[in-house]
């Protein structure tokens, strides 16, 4: 019983997950050095910006003002190409990304 209600609980998380990311774009992804990540209502409380290799290693994280729209700089992390995760917390939201990193 008590796996069937994490089941759900993880469920409506991912559900409610799903909602959030529609509101948060990221580009350029494939990205070299940065990202700019846009809002589509500005959030009210700060932003953080954590970034982790593919196997949820913390790398950084960023703590940014308010904004509808902000630019991570990431370029003096000397992050090699690949696949890495960002989460982006605000207020009671949290948002998962897959970003590219492509060095030229």
């Given at each position: ?81 690949g696949m ?8 009671d939201q ?11």
């Open positions: 019983m008590k796996a069937f209600i994490l089941m759900i609980g993880l469920l409506a998380g991912m559900q409610l997950m799903a909602q959030s990311n529609s509101k948060v774009t990221m580009y350029p992804n494939p990205a070299n050095g940065f990202v700019k990540i846009n809002f589509s209502e500005t959030p009210k409380t700060d932003i953080t910006f954590t970034i982790s290799d593919i196997l949820g290693n913390k790398i950084e994280t960023i703590t940014y003002k308010a904004s509808d729209a902000i630019t991570c700089d990431f370029s003096n992390l000397n992050l090699i190409n890495y995760l960002i989460k982006i917390e605000y207020g949290v948002v998962l990304k897959k970003l590219l990193v492509k060095n030229s």
